[in-house]
């Protein structure tokens, strides 16, 4: 077989400023995620690691990661990442960037949350045992986006379930962890002009004036419990139960 790729470039031609991602299907029947960059195209897998690897037998090198950690803490040791892991930590957070961006393009929104979780809990990860804080604060810095993306994708989700209050409360939680990001990082005074807060907000008001959405029932529920209105806050309650 010819390696040359040529043709599959000529025939999708790149178009900067935009992210170019479509499924394809394998000779095995497995579907594919292929998203054209300028020097060519990338080629993930949809499930499990997105280059196919099965890091030392596990899905995924975190995985990986969490057993070993595990395994140090029965035995009383302290685990912390070495080199050669934090450089491969480094290679699957790229990875799951790639296909995270490829499922935003493609619509699928209930994946580009659960690749933004995989990330999230990752970092979580790095930041508990990272070999010192520069290693951190590399990852720490993309928190902030991360949390953008989920939130946007779990909004989506939801209004492509028809289901904009679910929208809104997926906006309001999203916004509340990167508020909680910010202050971590002494920046609540920047918070507001961020840009990524700014699409959010300019997203949910929209949502509240399409849908006529004053207060979702979440919002409603709050207001209850702090004003001890606590018969109200039950009937909230149930409502929120018998939600599908």
Known sequence: MNPD?????????FKA???????????????????RVDLGLLQLETTGRPDGARPHGFATFFDYLR???DRA????????LDEEQCEEADREFVQFYHRRVGWLALREFAKAVADADHTLAFMDFVAAHSPGEQYTLAHEQYRGFVLFHRTQAAA??????DEPEAAVDALLDGLKQL???????????????????????????????LHGIEATLH????RAVANEEYEAAARIRDALRKRP
């Open 5 to 13: 790729i040529s043709p599959l470039l000529r025939d999708w031609e």
């Open 156 to 161: 989506a989700d939801a209004v492509h379930r």
């Open 73 to 80: 803490e029965r035995a009383e040791q302290p685990f912390v």
């Open 67 to 69: 057993d070993r950690a």
């Open 219 to 222: 919002e409603q529920l709050e």
């Open 17 to 35: 400023g935009a992210v170019q991602a479509r499924l394809v299907e394998a000779d095995d029947g497995r579907t594919l995620i292929q998203i």
């Open 179 to 209: 508020r909680d990001f910010f202050s971590t990082h002494g920046l609540e005074e920047q918070f507001e002009e961020d840009g990524m807060v700014k699409q959010l907000r300019t997203l949910e008001q929209s949502l509240r004036t």
